[in-house]
């Protein structure tokens, strides 16, 4: 379970960001495309570490909706 943040980036495009897994970023053109290319790109990411034999980041992220 990794956690995930999405939002709309200025190009018009949706943003997926891992911040777990440092430069796992992705996009898609709907909020859906960009949460698939995300779960595509933190499998990668860990695939590739583990074919490095480096370690995998554990999750020490933790995210709120604070109403300001």
């Known amino acids: 379970m990794r ?6 980036g200025e ?8 911040p ?3 430069g796992c970023v992705s996009q898609g053109q709907t909020r ?3 949460v698939a290319n995300i ?3 933190i499998a990668g990411y860990i ?3 583990e074919e490095d034999g480096l370690p995998i980041p554990e999750e020490r ?3 709120l909706l604070l109403a300001v």
Not at 3 to 8: I, R
């Open 3 to 8: 956690q995930v943040l999405v939002y709309h």
């Open 11 to 18: 190009d018009g495009y949706w943003v997926a960001e891992c």
């Open 20 to 22: 777990s897994l440092p």
């Open 32 to 34: 859906e495309e960009a």
């Open 39 to 41: 779960k595509e790109a």
């Open 47 to 49: 695939e590739t570490l």
């Open 61 to 63: 992220f933790d995210a």
